[in-house]
């Protein structure tokens, strides 16, 4: 005899194909599910560190910055320091510049000549004076060129007056001084 099954053997087919189906689609999703955690907490870790590279990148250039100040700071004081230096230097060439131009004055200074006043404007000496004539005006002007710390010395004007019975010769004289290095070991 012939057997028949008659059981649903299809239907038993398909739910078995249906819960095959299910376990594969739980454990896709619970490895996606696992992929997905995996990935999220690995970019975390990644953009954490990468904030903590920033973080000290960050503090080392406000490092940076402060000692780039802290140089700008230093540059200014060190020219500000150079400047007083040469100011000082200048002073104290000027010192002994100006008791030079002075000793050279008196020594240039023809008998029969008084100055009554020597303004010094720069390198420009203004001076202003009596004389006994005409000839010891002349003779200051070339003592005064002849020196070597002035030059250029131009009449700016002569006139003679009568001064207690006495004919004199009031002068005005421009000459400009010769800038001259200091002298070492003085």
Do not use: C
């Not at 904030?51 to 990148?57: G, T």
């Not at 004055?105 to 029969?112: A, C, D, T």
Request: charged content about 30%.
């Amino acid at each position: 005899m012939t057997r028949l099954n008659l059981l649903p053997w299809r239907e038993l087919r398909r739910r078995e194909q249906d819960r095959q189906l299910l376990t594969i689609g739980i454990g896709a999703w619970a490895v996606m599910g696992l992929a997905v955690f995996y990935a999220h907490f690995h970019v975390t870790g990644m953009i954490d560190a990468q904030n903590k590279r920033n973080e000290f990148l960050n503090a080392e250039i406000k490092k940076v910055e402060d000692q780039i100040k802290e140089i700008a700071e230093l540059r200014k004081k060190r020219q500000d320091l150079i400047q007083r230096m040469n100011v000082i230097y200048q002073l104290q060439t000027d010192r002994a510049r100006v008791v030079r131009v002075f000793d050279e004055m008196v020594r240039k200074l023809p008998e029969g000549v008084y100055f009554t006043a020597v303004r010094h404007t720069g390198l420009d000496t203004h001076i202003r004076g009596v004389a006994q004539s005409n000839a010891r005006v002349s003779a200051l002007m070339r003592n005064l060129s002849a020196s070597e710390w002035f030059s250029n010395p131009e009449l700016e004007i002569i006139n003679v007056r009568q001064k207690g019975g006495e004919r004199v010769s009031e002068f005005s004289v421009k000459v400009k001084q010769t800038v001259k290095k200091p002298e070492t070991g003085s």
